[in-house]
């Protein structure tokens, strides 16, 4: 197996464990996995991610004696920026949304990254490439029509602003990969990663002054886990991307979709009607396609 892909699947599977933990968060005392837990603000669950991330980045980069600040402070920037402002919309979408929902949405990101690097990177897209970006905006009109034909009991009901925002979310992501690929030849995946705390703890730390909930007991340790999981997720994301292609790996990340699916019907009991896993297909089949058709126009040139 490619280290890539590898990468890419390790990060999938930690990246499911942060959901999983920012759901029970966000849920609070209404659920049962670990009753008496408090509702705690998605802002605050980055702000812990943040600190347990900075801490970790700061030693690693000091250990190895490399600057901080790294050396494309201009994309580092946009990357810390756009993923600290995907990461929050994306907590709260959790919160607001079912889990698979939530988790399908933000795949839509490397459609946007096409996009993006059209427009910053100066990269060709295929023609054939812009027909799943539209089947992949097809998947989530379907989702959106859910609470037309939902009855509301056994189903449950989807929330369109935080739909809308996990697109945006989505988006802010796609700019995050889009300058990851950039930094790819001028900074290590540790540099890139530290950047997002780097902003993201002065900001979340003013938002917190007016909400604050103190942590309580197994709080503090589901709070660290989140911090050391998404760090590792983020981590293994940077080094699959330095390590192979997007168009080899992205779609071993959309494994992360259907655990997801699993983890809200099996532990959050989230019952979704069949239009909407249909809408989650179309997004999936989207954004696979749209990943590949670059190496398979590769292949078939290198065949003729």
Same mark, same amino acid.
């Given at each position: 197996?490619?280290k890539?892909?590898?990468?890419?699947?390790?990060?999938?599977l930690?990246?499911?464990?942060v959901?999983?933990?920012?759901?029970?968060?966000?849920t609070?005392p209404?659920?049962l996995?670990?009753?008496?837990t408090?509702?705690?603000?998605?802002h605050? *669950?980055?702000?812990?991610?943040? $600190? =347990?991330?900075f #801490?970790?980045?700061?030693? +690693?980069?000091? &250990?190895?004696?490399? !600057?901080?600040?790294?050396?494309?402070?201009?994309?580092l920037?946009?990357?810390?920026?756009?993923?600290?402002?995907?990461?929050?919309?994306?907590?709260?979408?959790?919160?607001?949304?079912?889990?698979?929902i939530?988790?399908?949405?933000?795949?839509?990101?490397?459609?946007?990254?096409?996009?993006?690097?059209?427009?910053?990177?100066?990269?060709?897209?295929l023609? *054939?490439q812009?027909l799943?970006? $539209? =089947?992949?905006? #097809?998947?989530?009109?379907? +989702?959106s029509? &859910?609470?037309?034909l !939902?009855?509301?009991?056994?189903?449950?009901?989807?929330?369109?602003?935080?739909?809308?925002?996990?697109?945006?979310?989505?988006?802010f992501?796609?700019i995050?990969?889009?300058?990851?690929?950039?930094?790819k030849?001028?900074?290590?995946p540790?540099?890139?990663?530290?950047?997002?705390?780097m902003?993201?703890i002065?900001?979340?730390?003013?938002?917190?002054?007016?909400d604050?909930v103190?942590p309580?007991?197994?709080?503090?340790?589901?709070?660290i886990? +989140?911090?050391?999981?998404?760090?590792?997720?983020?981590?293994?994301?940077?080094?699959?991307?330095?390590?192979?292609?997007?168009?080899?790996?992205?779609?071993?990340q959309?494994?992360?979709?259907?655990?997801a699916?699993?983890v809200?019907?099996f532990?959050f009991?989230?019952r979704?009607?069949?239009l909407?896993?249909?809408?989650?297909?179309?997004i999936?089949?989207?954004?696979?396609?749209?990943?590949?058709?670059?190496?398979?126009k590769?292949?078939?040139?290198?065949?003729?």
């Open positions: 197996m490619h890539g892909i590898l990468y890419i699947v390790l990060s999938g930690s990246f499911l464990v959901n999983f933990l920012v759901k029970i968060m966000g609070g209404e659920q996995l670990l009753p008496g408090q509702k705690i603000p998605a605050e *669950l980055v702000l812990a991610r943040s $600190i =347990i991330s #801490i970790i980045s700061f030693a +690693i980069l000091k &250990n190895r004696g490399l !600057s901080i600040l790294g050396n494309n402070r201009k994309w920037l946009v990357r810390g920026t756009s993923g600290m402002i995907a990461l929050t919309i994306f907590f709260y979408s959790i919160h607001y949304l079912p889990l698979a939530a988790s399908t949405v933000q795949y839509l990101a490397p459609v946007f990254t096409v996009v993006f690097a059209l427009l910053f990177l100066k990269e060709k897209v023609k *054939l812009w799943f970006i $539209i =089947i992949a905006f #097809i998947g989530v009109a379907l +989702i029509f &859910n609470n037309l !939902s009855d509301g009991k056994s189903e449950v009901l989807i929330n369109y602003t935080w739909l809308g925002l996990g697109i945006v979310s989505a988006a992501s796609g995050a990969y889009a300058a990851i690929v950039k930094l030849a001028t900074d290590t540790m540099n890139i990663v530290i950047y997002f705390p902003l993201s002065p900001i979340m730390s003013l938002w917190c002054l007016f604050f103190l309580k007991g197994k709080e503090w340790l589901i709070l886990i +989140i911090g050391i999981f998404t760090q590792i997720a983020q981590v293994l994301l940077t080094k699959a991307l330095h390590e192979d292609k997007a168009s080899v790996i992205t779609p071993f959309y494994l992360g979709a259907i655990y699916a699993f809200g019907y532990v009991d989230e979704l009607s069949f909407v896993y249909i809408g989650i297909s179309c999936l089949i989207g954004v696979v396609f749209n990943a590949i058709l670059p190496k398979i590769i292949l078939l040139a290198q065949l003729k």
